[in-house]
């Protein structure tokens, strides 16, 4: 016999942010019939417990696409060679010891067509000891390897769809060892993600493996503000919003705008297991200058986003890695809050603006991220009031040049270059 009390405390902890105004029974059988609703919903949401903080790894989509003739190039060929490289580096030159921890196999990695028992095959040139003596290898580095599939009859590449495979494909990977599954959403009707992404997610939970899973139903919904996204957040670990990321600083922008416009709608979604994806951190590639991929580590921290690398991690600049090694920055990424920053304040000519967020230790988060590209740097004072921080005074950390700055009255200054640069501060209020 369950009281109410407990049926309501276990059913916040399976089903956050759902109304509980139905456990408010008085007899028996309604309270059978609500317990009953509860276990049945809570079947069929993703109960994996991973990603209580935003997932950290590295994936080559951005980089290295759908290279697969290693013959005419070899140094860009998505093969098991590359993969494992990857992951070496990350294992080694200290990726894994500040979080990066899953190796993510994007599209193309298999054949055309599924063998006579109607299973996905592994492209035997570029695994040839198949994808799970990949994922042994990455295992034992200490590492996690993900992998793609598309809810559709075939990926964004031409490849087979998981449509009509979903629990082979499914018990497939997780047989491989796979520890993350990215499921696309091309070549399929977008009416049709409301009940073919959560099937995947049945699928995942009956493996027994955890399995963390990342969506892309969002992303192929034409209107914004028809994303279910509660439902998608309680399917999915993370969901990709909006366009694909190039390996351009007028894409980064503009996803940042997207986001900043659009924060109050996605934040309140985002949570420990949940999250929201702006998609790859394209930092060490060929599209951003030093400031600007500043600004795409902290904006993506920021919003308590994925930090997947898409980059080559063998020809990496030492100024590019320290960015995406900077503990303090990752620690906003990853705190256990789970809360979500947001744009509080854009000037009318949008040339810059200021993004916080709420952290654990009752902390703020606060970056000042300046747009326009007139050349010379220029001095920003923003209120307390503005940022929305409860305080007179403050004490200032630069999270880039780890450096103190001393206590804030009423305000906070500082000197942002032009052209996409920010700078960006954990603000401690001052409690008299």
């Not at 998981?162 to 990977?173: A, G, I, Q, S």
């Not at 979604?269 to 702006?278: E, H, I, K, S």
């Not at 920021?302 to 920055?329: F, G, H, T």
Request: hydrophobic share 40%; proline share 5%; glycine share 8%.
């Amino acid at each position: 016999v369950y009281s109410d009390n407990f049926l309501k405390q276990w059913y916040q902890r399976r089903v956050r942010g759902c109304c509980l105004d139905v456990l408010c029974v008085t007899d028996t059988s309604s309270r059978m019939i609500t317990l009953l609703l509860v276990l049945l919903h809570a079947a069929t949401a993703l109960d994996n417990g991973l990603a209580l903080t935003p997932p950290m790894g590295w994936l080559n989509w951005e980089r290295y696409r759908c290279v697969t003739d290693c013959v005419k190039d070899p140094e860009n060929c998505i093969n098991a060679e590359l993969f494992l490289t990857m992951a070496k580096h990350m294992a080694y030159d200290g990726y894994a010891d500040v979080g990066y921890q899953y190796v993510n196999i994007d599209d193309c990695w298999m054949e055309r067509t599924r063998n006579d028992a109607g299973l996905l095959v592994p492209n035997p040139d570029l695994f040839p000891d198949g994808v799970d003596g990949l994922a042994d290898q990455i295992h034992a580095l200490g590492l996690k390897i993900g992998i793609y599939e598309d809810y559709g009859t075939h990926t964004c590449g031409g490849f087979p769809g998981t449509r009509d495979h979903v629990d082979d494909d499914v018990n497939l990977f997780a047989s491989w060892g796979i520890d993350s599954l990215k499921l696309d959403g091309c070549f399929c009707n977008a009416t049709e993600f409301p009940t073919g992404y959560p099937l995947v997610t049945k699928a995942l939970n009956a493996t027994g493996r955890p399995i963390l899973y990342s969506c892309s139903w969002p992303a192929y919904i034409g209107n914004k503000d028809k994303v279910p996204y509660g439902d998608i957040a309680e399917n999915c670990n993370l969901w990709r919003n909006y366009a694909d990321i190039q390996d351009s600083w007028d894409s980064v922008a503009n996803i940042i705008n997207w986001f900043g416009d659009n924060h109050g709608m996605l934040a309140s979604f985002a949570r420990p297991g949940a999250w929201n994806d702006p998609d790859m951190l394209i930092i060490g590639d060929y599209g951003l200058s030093f400031e600007q991929s500043q600004t795409q580590m902290a904006i993506w921290s920021m919003m308590a986003a994925p930090l997947y690398m898409s980059n080559d991690l063998r020809n990496i600049r030492q100024w590019q890695k320290d960015i995406l090694l900077n503990q303090e920055v990752i620690a906003v990424d990853q705190d256990p809050l789970g809360k979500q920053g947001m744009r509080v304040f854009q000037d009318p000519k949008k040339h810059h603006e200021y993004w916080v967020r709420e952290l654990s230790d009752g902390s703020y988060a606060v970056v000042f991220y300046r747009r326009d590209n007139n050349g010379f740097p220029k001095t920003f004072t923003a209120s307390l009031n503005v940022l929305k921080i409860e305080a007179k005074s403050v004490h200032v950390r630069d999270l880039f040049l780890h450096r103190d700055l001393g206590v804030f009255s009423g305000s906070i200054s500082a000197k942002v270059p032009p052209s996409g640069a920010c700078r960006m501060f954990k603000v401690t209020p001052i409690r008299a």
